[in-house]
């Protein structure tokens, strides 16, 4: 097993001077109307849209539409309600509609054009996950549920085309056509390969040994996926590779999302990694954690490239525009310390990428304060630079 090494040479302030404002520490930019309750999932349009726009669902029941205009601000565009907590939101492959995965068992499909939303699918339980696949042969919903099932559903009828069965509760998935793998309770890993039809390709022993937390997809220089990234509760990720061609050497996990002690004398904090994203040009991923902070790795040279400084609440949620110059984040309470009454965040980070060997300080958007503090921030990386320059 090798760990990520040192990082490199940034100093010890993270990004910007130091500042009393722990909620929004690095004064990014933060998303206008960001919802009343805990940010669950966020994701950017796709390339065939035109602009950039996020997508947030939150546990208040809500699914919110922002732009994020060239000069950082964002406007809210529209909004469609759930009658339970939005855990999962994904795009189609045009921009046209978004796909929402819902606690009250349902998963819609909204049109933006015309800011309508309709019901797609349904679980007997909540569905933890939703992912728009679009095959030669076929396109489609796959979602993943609380009732160890996973559906694959045509948008235009009301029965699933294909129902697979879990091992156990579906926790987190991710799709990369044709690869799509999903991550279940009692530590479940599971493969699939979409060509065609659906069907199971592999089952993994999980290379972690607690709770699954987040999985996300990572491709080759070909473009193809080759393998995902894997978070737990215990502050670890593991990059696992499908085929590798050595499996002891190329299979590895790291330490992520701790804090202070190092030793049984002092023991360390130790907080969940609730999202991982890949960086659509350079292949480098952000985590984010209950810490309080999100952090940017080199997964080939095995380096942490940089880690934010701590906010005052958990970041549960953070998601890439697509041609990787925005990084989004969500700030608000994940209930890691059970009832605690927090303000929920959205910001957007300035991410665009010129060195991601030297990376400079950074400019940050996010969202006002509301009762429940919820923060979305974006992040513009537009002072990073390219790793491989």
Known sequence: MSLFGASTGFGAGGFGAATTDTHNPMKDVEVTSPPDDSI?????????????????????????????????????????????????????????KVFTASCDKT???????????IQIAQHDAPIRTVHWIKAPNYNCIMTGSWDKTLKF??????????????????YCADVVYPMAVVASADRGLIVYQLENQPSEFRRIDSP??????????FKDKQNKPAGFALGSIEGRVAIHYINP???????????????????????????????ISFHPVHGTLATVGSDGRFSFWDKDARTKLKTSEQLDQPITACSFNNNGNIFAYASSYDWSKVTF???????????????MQC?????????????????CSVLCLEHYTNKNA
């Open 245 to 275: 061609p050595n499996p002891a050497k190329d299979n590895f996990t790291f330490k992520c999302h701790r804090s202070n002690g190092t030793n049984t004398a002092t023991p360390q904090d130790i907080y969940a990694v609730n999202a």
């Open 208 to 217: 972690l040994k607690h709770q699954h937390r987040c999985i996300a997809i």
């Open 107 to 117: 998963a819609k499909m909204w049109d933006l054009n015309s800011n309508q939303a």
């Open 341 to 355: 009454y927090l303000v929920p965040h959205v910001m957007i980070d300035d991410a665009s990428y010129t060195e």
């Open 359 to 375: 990376l400079r300080p950074l400019r940050h958007l996010g969202a006002n304060p509301c009762t429940y503090s919820c923060l």
């Open 153 to 170: 559903w045509d948008t235009r009828s009301p029965n699933p085309m294909m129902s697979l069965q879990l091992p156990e509760r579906c």
């Open 40 to 96: 669950s999932c966020l994701a950017f349009s796709p390339p065939a849209m035109p602009g950039n726009f996020l997508i947030g669902g939150s546990w208040a029941n809500d699914v919110r539409c922002w732009e994020v205009q060239d000069n950082g601000q964002t406007v809210p565009k529209a909004q469609q309600m759930h009658t339970g907590p939005v855990l999962d939101v994904c795009w189609s492959e045009d921009g046209g």
